[in-house]
């Protein structure tokens, strides 16, 4: 059995995580922290996991218990784990980190991102950006990984197949995305309300959202140069999804792009590219780990039309890092994540 | 390997049948009906499903194919099982039953609320009334089973613990319900509509629904005797969940409601009593094959108001149909249902 | 003109006013205040408002502005109106509060469910409680109105009608209301949350509601008798509309409900007594000033069902208020209100 | 007053009209048509209307009744308009035609797009495009009014302050644009049921969508050239509402594009520019005839974003209807049009 430690899962992630671990063969959580809920009883703030984790209690943090783990998850605001990684490290556990502290291998640009000094640049160096997809490798050794965002993996996984070949104009990439309100945490904010939220649309942080230079780094990987980006993230009335519809030109009209995509991904376990001409539902993966895609060169011209769906919280977040978990411990990959979505 | 057939797989019912059949350890799908989607991949109609079953067709409905299963569950309209259900029984197989056409033990009674001639009238002796926690020793030895509905789940479970005891008044009993719109199926009503359905709630049926009669006989074998209900269903803004909100006069107000209530239900591993003061949500049970109560004596009078929610394609209809898959094959009860709600 | 003056302006029921009062071609609204929004402008607040109070902003509460205003609406949590009435009645200003501060007569009573003593007892004697198909004649003089809540509204008027001619048993009366999430206001409460209240179903305060006693006030007033009530509101994810479903004993079942409901109401421009065997719905009336009413008797029984929906946010609030407004000043009762509900 | 016909009055744009219509002081409805639904009161469909249009019933068509109208309107499938326009207008009455027929003035066009032959194709000279913020000098003569789509109402009006001053390169326009359920009508589709479009976003038409055509028409008569256009249309979860977000390459950095759009509008009652950094949600515009927009340069990079709302059935189809009769007539633009949005 894996001993797994979360810090900070009073979240909507945390409590992802845990609904997922419960169907996860060979973990055991021993340990989840929260200061705020100190003493309270798991399955007294989330009912639905009655009968799974009775007596499971929120706990300060604590190193040493935290350290008696396996792996770690954080899953908590930006900053934290910059505080607790070295430490923990010390400790010989593992840790993968839910938030976007190490997701930039560039401290100053996260520094810039995030409004305050970067609090581990010593780490940068072994943190691993864990998009199986991409780097699976290197997931396999590491001590610490970030576990990417969820915009960042809606549009990372749909667009790479045509900057890894050099057949989209990197110039002017444009990532149009639509996320479920649960994006926004389980904070109380008045925009997260329901009588604000529902039954509404609209953009946010067109100016910049912290998530493009995440983005960003992740394509220009892929392409191998530089890229330009506008990233347009939306607020949609429903609870789970990520709906990416990605723009790119592809000047090559004579490119399969349906078997480009399906060759890419073909031995991929949590990527599913949809039959040609396809629109994916985000409701078609609510709850699954996987990222349905589909491509579209519409009326035939040279403006490709990629269409990325996932949920946030589980490809996004909680299900990636358990995929990530299951990678770097030499776990079946698959392990615990193969339930089929919810629906309707 | 328990192997399964499905007929009328197309509605909400049957598709959540496949999702929680791909949890199950035990079950293989071999055959799933359909005569408008004949030669259709289930994957092609419910894209959840894909990676689950990706070579399985809706196939017209065959008595040969299905006579190899071990287990034949119907998630047809009514009448379609009176017409098949003797046919396959002779052939050995066992038939679960979520449509009505044997939930009624008096078929004259069906003949008055369904508005036609009871198809199989001579299969009502060895029917049975496939609620686990009333009827679990019938259901071991059971070839013919009729899985409750989706109402009468959730107000028998509420209700019988006090009725059972002789505790309430049985003579006006009420059950106000709230259903969200799966319970009205797939079909292309107008009333289904999301422009019709959402931000509105209404009740329906008022004058009398067919639910009723089916809640009566399982209160009235409870009590031992007549009771006299009223039940009024309502129409909820939302995918899955059943509220239902029961009143019943109980004059002894030295009995120790929660004590009753978790005592009822101790050995029950889908009956979830929660602590006294408690208002479950419906979200907690969403997609979980679990119904969640709660007793209150508000104010300190007479009147208790019981509280019973449950998903009403899980515990109300597809769940509860594998609970007596299992009891019926003799695996362990909890096989395949153990998996937590979806929340948020 | 009407010089109006709103004090509490930024929660739903404040700016519930400001649409309505926008349609109303008597009003002029003078101020608006709020502590925290001091020099906000209202359409920075609330965009939907763009091009009708472009110049309004919100401003620290002044007596003396107040004063002159021919009417001031307090559209404030309780305890607010306790502390400014009688400095403003001194102005010659009426007063509409559409807090809860002089809904009860009696002072000890409000006082016991509101958790603090009542702050202008020597008030109540004159504050006039504002439903006006019970009180109209009360409403034409008065200087301080209380505003009925909203799930009181939809009560009061779904059972008057049996209780004024001594037709129903009034001893155990059930209301059974669902109110969208509106009704909690605008305050970020986590339960408030777009992820945690839409798709699902709760019941809350199931041991006791504060619009009890009130409720319970306007029964026995029709009553002429003490009555029994058992209220259980309910969370129902939509953001506006209350559907009460009422149940009371009525014996006699020689009444004719429908003539006896349509002749309480048929100069009443704001209650719709729907036809025989009608299921009102919210949605139909999103937005307006009406109560739409049905009546039924399930199965010929002695039980009745009442069906009551409103807009929590319309009649159960701010249209209520303006309607007290017309009649307190003299206007046509209609004058502002005769807008059709926004279906679909 | 003014004497108004509606043929086919049954579907949402239908209701949406008599519910505008409501509150227009020289509107008086004389006749609505529904082959379907003949001898139905309007207010047994559409109970938001019951004290509107009491004694209204649905009729047949009959050229003679609506020949003594003012103006009639067609909410009608395409093809309708055709057939009955010719015959109408020899009446002297006007039409306002909300179909699509009579949007494209290219009459093969339409037979490409439209899958039949266009049926009045010797009307198309003197039909008349019905965006007013471009066309209302033509508009006040016409006879024969094309109401613009929803989609291209808010698109054009997003893109047209860019291309008509030459800035946009024209060559690679996005329109990404989020439509409310209603935009699918009241039809009784699958994918318009609650259960399937909830808690969901998907794309559709990808390849082709029949408002592309009309969109680029619009578009390049602004840029004076042929213009390259990318529309991909999404399907949002909740009622009413168009979010359009718009992409256009704007070399020029030193245009001031708030100044421009400002001023562009400057005149216009029913397109109001956002202050700078705005995010314009659709709720915003619920049931108001306004089209609300901001404009973005993010990054400081060359491609500018429009941000640009309205509500489908509003500013999208019924409102800019009156608008069009309006200013046809002479009247007012604004008569009956001004109620501010319903926000909660």
Redesign the interface.
Known sequence: MVRIGIVGGTG?TG?EL??LL??HPQARVETITSRSEEGVRVVDM???????YDDLKFSVPDTAALGQCDVVFFATPHGVAHSLAAELLATGTRIIDLSADFRLSDAQLWSKWYGQPHGAPELLGEAVYGLPEVNRDAIRNARLIAVPGCYPTSVQLGLIPLLEKGLAQPD?L?A?C?SG??GAG?G???G?????????????A???HRH?PEIRQGLQRAAGREV?L???P?L??????I?S?L?A?VPDRSVDLQQLFEERYANEPFV?V?PA?S??????????N?C?LAV?R??G?D?V?V?S?IDNLVKGASGQAIQNMNIALGLDERMGL???????
């Open positions: 909507y409590v845990l609904r419960a169907a989330y009912p639905n996991l009655r009968g799974h002017n444009i149009d639509k309100v649960s389980r109380t904010n008045l997260s309300l329901f009588c604000e939220a529902t039954e509404s649309m609209k953009a946010y067109v100016g910049g493009l330009g506008t990233f347009v939306h949609t009335p429903m609870i789970r999804g709906h519809t723009y030109q599913d949809l001409g629109h994916p539902e985000t409701r078609s993966v609510r709850g699954a996987v349905r579209h519409p009326q011209g403006l039309v269409l769906v193969e339930l089929p979505a919810l629906m309707p």
